[in-house]
């Protein structure tokens, strides 16, 4: 596997090949992100995956100092899943200057849910994402992105980045990887201490019993159901922004008065202590 620093030598070593395939991450790897690298070679004739740690996507309160950065221990992990090519640009090289450009998703999917208590969230994943993908597809006539669906809205607004603006970039989404209790696989549960790690799998519990209860369920009794979910686990002592259900295709309420008409998911984000974990279920 080759490591470059640099967007021009990311495209001398792309020369000659017709269809990358690329898996975009922030390091501190895990299973997921393999399980995507993995699923990616089927589908390009060069697989290519890049560590950044966005800042533009961080709120001055978050964790952008912080956040683990394990470059070494990512890049053999990489290779071990057949990685042809890792993009590990310094700060410097994909933003040289303040990156006054921005994208700036369509308000009624990136203000929501993670943008509503994120907010300018996904003005920084789609601006990076755009600035990756110009870096990797340049000159290519097609190519494939891997996005895990852990972060089911970020899949959404970037197959909507892609499909209006006309890229030649198929986006996969690739199923949530969890542990053996259940909880979905995330760079940050690194911060969860040993009694969270064991609380952490609620989330998911909560986000079924919510599934199954709306199966059954009226639209009207919706707002109700959601309420008694995040009750739930408020008197576990989490924190919840959200439990919710929403339409897939389009993250809105469902507008059938059955909701199990509706091809629907569970989307949830609560802290627990520090941390911030986000899950979702289809239904």
């Known amino acids: 596997m080759q490591i470059v620093h640099t967007i021009a030598d990311l495209r001398e070593q792309l020369r000659g090949f017709q269809r990358p395939a690329f898996v975009p991450t922030m390091g501190n790897l895990h299973d997921g992100h393999i399980a995507l690298v993995k699923q990616a070679r089927t589908l390009g004739d060069v697989t290519v995956s890049s560590i950044f740690v966005n800042r533009l996507q961080f709120a001055p309160n978050e964790d952008f100092d912080s956040y683990p950065r394990t470059l070494d221990a990512d890049?053999?992990?990489?290779?071990?899943?057949?990685?042809?090519?890792?993009f590990a640009p310094r700060e410097k090289e994909l933003y040289p200057q303040p990156q006054t450009y921005k994208v700036h998703p369509a308000s009624e999917l990136s203000d929501i849910l993670e943008g509503h208590f994120r907010p300018g969230f996904f003005i920084g994943v789609s601006t990076v994402v755009l600035k990756l993908f110009s870096c990797v597809f340049a000159g290519m006539p097609e190519g494939v992105a891997a996005f895990g669906k852990k972060d089911y809205q970020q899949v959404l607004v970037v197959q909507r980045m892609v499909q209006q603006l006309a890229l030649p970039i198929e986006i996969i989404a690739g199923e949530t990887q969890r542990a053996a209790d259940g909880l979905a696989l995330s760079s940050r549960n690194s911060y969860l201490s040993t009694t969270e790690r064991a609380e952490a799998v609620q989330l998911l519990i909560a986000l079924k019993a919510l599934g199954q209860a709306a199966k059954g369920a009226r639209l009207a009794q919706l707002p109700e159901l959601e309420a008694a979910a995040m009750q739930?686990?408020?008197?576990r002592g989490w924190k919840p922004d959200y439990l919710t259900v929403r339409r897939r295709s389009d993250l809105l309420l469902p507008q059938s008065e059955a909701l199990a008409s509706d091809p629907l998911v569970v989307l949830g984000a609560a802290k627990l202590g520090m941390t911030r974990l986000i899950d979702n279920i289809e239904i």
């Open 232 to 235: 739930t686990l408020a008197r």
């Open 75 to 86: 890049a053999q992990r990489l290779e071990a899943a057949g990685c042809n090519l890792l």
